[in-house]
């Protein structure tokens, strides 16, 4: 048969059922929704917040976003693998009292960092074996360890500050680096970095098909327990590094320090489209939206909005901002889940 | 043909999903007392037309008629009105809940006081059961029988509620040959009893044993509808595939080199000792019925579970893999019964799906070397004709049978020893599947070993050199695939008369 070749390729020719449509709402949000939305907030408060965009306030922002953005940065790993871990608040405290601790206890400030970094990956080491190898649910696991951190924090400073004023690592909080603060430069790394192990290395493949769905990845050879593992470190180790950067800010080891951030971080991971169900999402939309929960709290203080009032349009924010994420999963359809052509990995 | 028997009519239905054709002015007709069998390869446009039908999707154009009347069916809850059922592949129940809970949802009878009425509950889902001929007790908990039960109680939540439209997709799908004989006869019956029933499936024996009349659709187009005493099955092939089909099992016997795959009283849960060898260039089917062993034989053998006692040896080399991470290293590499759930990582594109157990080899420092797996991944998807430009596409968006083959792909780029199918071909259409065919063929020459595990008796004959058959968990039979005969596969399947006993339960 001569035209045979045809043949397959029309049966291997795009399924009636599943091809793009002309505008596919659900493609166009996932690449640029979310900025579109940020670059609308922006200009709003620009037009109606006094001072919001002269360069200080915007450094100020920035150097603002940097903390909640760098525990995004690592909950977006354990996110992508359908994971969670509520204890980033607690770690960063922890982390922030070990470095400072250090720091007094007359190491040298490179050390102590790396001592504080180091603490916050130990917390996410035990939150990981705990999650993968005894196959505890991990909202469970990191709200006992978010609780027994904070003890922790509070038992190494006796329940009160302990302020360094001579402390050798305070530029981490408030120095400059080429003009720019130094918690942005930070910032900036860890977001590169990040990026870097989940688009270009097969770590990062590893985490993407282990929340896509772990039996696969099993049966596709995949070490599922020690990715599980290591995201939950690496989570640590960035709440770690975001509390010493923390304590480098207020000069001291604050026990308190840290308290609901992990909500906010979760916010953001979410508002930057990636799902709790694991499998989908972008790192660079975490840093969106930890700009997007900053821009936002910044330019209503600026406004003299009151605190109450503030809680309440941050949180109908992030629920729109889901609701919306949400929505393009499903277009036109009640009950059955099957998404649209959203971007693969 | 008179109008008054037709239950169901659709005029010029159309059915548009962005730029693409779903439904192209689609005519069909259902009448009392008939099963009319609706076939197709995959993407024909048979589960759109069910999908509007259950009230799920909603038409573009053309009429909908039930007993002359046009219908608008907005809902499920609108279909149901206008009696029509849908009886869905996957089940719509609840596992964790009683037969009786499940036969109530969304109607649970209350008593007097308002409570909930558990005795009058369990009294009408005796009922129901009963009209369909169903011995099932109704307290028993849904999750604890088997698959057959469970949509044996599916159907009888459909039949309940006094639907005369029955739609039916793919019902056998994952049912072993006795829990199927069941569901024909409950099909009989529903006709007799004047129901009207679509059946949607890919499996032609089913067609040529119950249908009254046949569609075809292709491609979104109505192609044509024949009564199945005037229509030879190899004409309804041709108008499915669109061009005839010579034999569609085909396998070139390789004489078998040494001895790859060497299993040796291996045993596990449900399963064993078993021992058996696979050859180079040889294909070995496992049969039996569900629940026979034959699946959880091979996950032993991959490292899928872990074996309790037992030796594997690939090559020579023991393996025991406890791990499929130790058995891919060892030179295996498995196919899983179900490629959603165990294969694919549906919302990831098909290169990532493709490559995704190759990146040790496609990758430096951890670091990975994207143009060598786009060249690779590219090539293995040409051998599969799967096209390119579905590089980047999410493996969701593709038919069941190129999904099949992406799954396929992934283990093609590591060149396996010893490559274990399990059902490579449920719900695959006659076009990818004869590909398949072809692959395994392929391989085989190049001297590979392939262990399939196939409930397609056909095909568990068709491609293989020899079968083995389970029973209970061990092998009872060998038989040389040229000399059986898809009843000597089921004669040692069920050990004659002795019924299975994962299909009856006291």
């Not at chain 2, 739609?167 to 569901?183: F, K, N, Y």
Request: one cysteine or more.
């Amino acid at each position: 048969m001569t035209d045979r070749t045809l043949d397959k390729a029309e049966l291997t020719a795009p399924r009636p059922e599943q091809s793009t449509p002309s505008f596919d709402f659900a493609y166009w949000w996932d690449r640029v929704g979310i900025l579109v939305v940020l670059i609308a907030l922006v200009v709003l408060m620009a037009t109606i917040a006094p001072n919001f965009a002269s360069i200080d306030n915007l450094f100020n922002i920035a150097r603002s976003i940097a903390i909640n953005a760098i525990l995004a940065a690592g909950l977006t790993f354990v996110i992508l693998t359908a994971g969670i871990d509520l204890s980033v608040g607690s770690t960063l405290a922890v982390s922030g009292v070990v470095a400072v601790l250090a720091a007094i206890g007359g190491l040298p400030a490179p050390v102590a960092v790396l001592l504080g970094v180091l603490a916050g990956a130990a917390a996410g080491l035990v939150n990981g074996l705990l999650t993968a190898y005894l196959s505890l649910a991990a909202f469970i696991v990191t709200l006992g360890s978010m609780t027994y951190l904070r003890g922790l924090a509070y038992t190494m400073t006796d329940g009160q500050p302990v302020v360094d004023n001579m402390l050798g690592f305070r530029d981490i909080g408030n120095g400059y680096f080429a003009g720019i603060p130094v918690p942005v430069v930070v910032m900036a790394v860890v977001y590169v970095a990040a990026w870097f192990v989940l688009e270009r290395t097969r770590y990062g493949r590893h985490v993407y098909a282990v929340g896509g769905n772990a039996e696969a990845a099993r049966l596709a050879g995949i070490n599922v327990k020690r990715v599980i593992t290591s995201v939950y470190v690496i989570a640590g180790a960035c709440a770690g590094l975001a509390g010493v950067i923390f304590a480098a800010r207020v000069v001291s080891a604050q026990p308190t320090a840290g308290t609901s951030y992990e909500l906010d971080a979760i916010a953001a991971v979410v508002l930057g489209g990636t799902s709790l169900m694991g499998g989908r999402g972008r790192i660079i939309g975490t840093l969106i939206g930890s700009v997007i929960l900053g821009v936002l709290s910044t330019g209503l203080i600026l406004m003299n909005v009151p605190f109450f009032t503030q809680l309440l349009i941050k949180g109908g924010v992030i629920i729109f901002a889901v609701a919306v994420d949400s929505l393009k999963q499903r277009p036109l359809r009640l009950g059955r889940r099957t998404g649209g052509a959203a971007p693969a990995h | 043909m008179t109008s008054d028997d037709v239950l169901l009519r659709l005029e010029g239905v159309t059915k548009r999903f962005g730029a693409t054709l779903a439904l192209n002015r689609v005519d069909f007709d259902l009448r009392a007392g008939e099963v009319h069998a609706l076939v197709g390869e995959n993407g024909a446009g048979k589960s759109t037309l069910m999908k509007i039908l259950a009230g799920n999707e909603q038409r573009d154009a053309g009429r909908i008629l039930v007993d002359g009347q046009d219908v608008e069916i907005r809902s499920p809850n609108e279909a149901a009105r206008h009696g029509i059922a849908i009886i869905h592949q996957e089940l719509n129940t609840v596992p964790t809940m009683t037969v009786a809970e499940n036969l109530a949802l969304g109607q649970e009878p209350r008593n007097w006081h308002g409570a909930l009425d558990r005795r009058g509950m369990v009294r009408a889902a005796r009922a129901k059961l009963a009209r369909i001929a169903a011995d099932i007790d109704p307290r028993r908990t849904l999750g604890t029988l088997s698959v057959g039960m469970q949509q044996m109680v599916e159907i009888a939540r459909a039949v309940s509620e006094d639907a005369r439209i029955l739609v039916l997709d793919e019902p056998t799908a994952a049912l072993s040959r006795a829990e199927a004989a069941q569901l024909y006869r409950l099909v009989g019956e529903m006709r007799r009893g004047g129901a009207g029933l679509v059946y949607i499936t890919h499996r032609m024996e089913e067609v040529w044993q119950l249908a009254d009349r046949i569609t075809v659709f292709r491609d979104g187009a109505h192609i044509g509808t024949r009564r199945r005493d005037e229509v030879h099955p190899d004409d309804v092939v041709r108008m499915m595939v669109g061009r005839p089909v010579e034999d569609l099992y085909r396998h070139d016997r390789q004489r078998p080199g040494d001895t790859v795959l060497d299993v040796e009283n291996l045993a596990g849960p449900g399963v064993g000792p078993v021992t058996f060898r696979v050859r180079a260039g040889e294909v070995v089917c496992l049969a039996g019925l569900i629940g026979s062993g034959r699946t959880e034989a091979a996950r032993l053998v991959f490292g899928a579970d872990r074996a309790t006692a037992g030796t594997v040896r690939v090559r020579g080399r023991v393996v025991n893999a406890r791990t499929p991470r130790e058995g891919i290293r060892a030179g295996l590499a498995m196919v899983p019964e179900s490629r959603k759930d165990q294969a694919l990582f549906l919302p990831h594109s098909v290169e990532h799906n493709i490559a995704i157990s190759s990146l040790d080899r496609l990758s430096s420092a951890g670091v990975l070397q994207r143009r060598r797996i786009r060249q690779e991944v590219t090539a293995r998807m040409d051998r599969l004709r799967l096209r390119r430009s579905a590089l980047r596409l999410p493996v969701r968006s593709l038919s069941g049978g190129n999904q099949q083959k992406a799954a396929l792909a992934r283990w093609l780029m590591r060149e396996p020893d010893v490559l274990i199918l399990d059902e490579p071909t449920r719900g695959v259409d006659i076009g990818a599947k004869r590909e398949i065919y072809e692959l395994v063929n392929e391989l085989t020459e190049r001297g590979k070993a392939v262990l399939v595990v196939s409930s397609d008796l056909p095909e568990a004959i068709g491609i293989s050199d020899r079968i083995l058959v389970m029973r209970a968990g061990r092998i009872v039979q060998e038989l040389d695939s040229r000399l059986a005969s898809e009843e000597d596969v089921m004669f040692h399947a069920t050990g004659a008369a002795r019924r299975n006993q994962g299909e009856t339960h006291d």
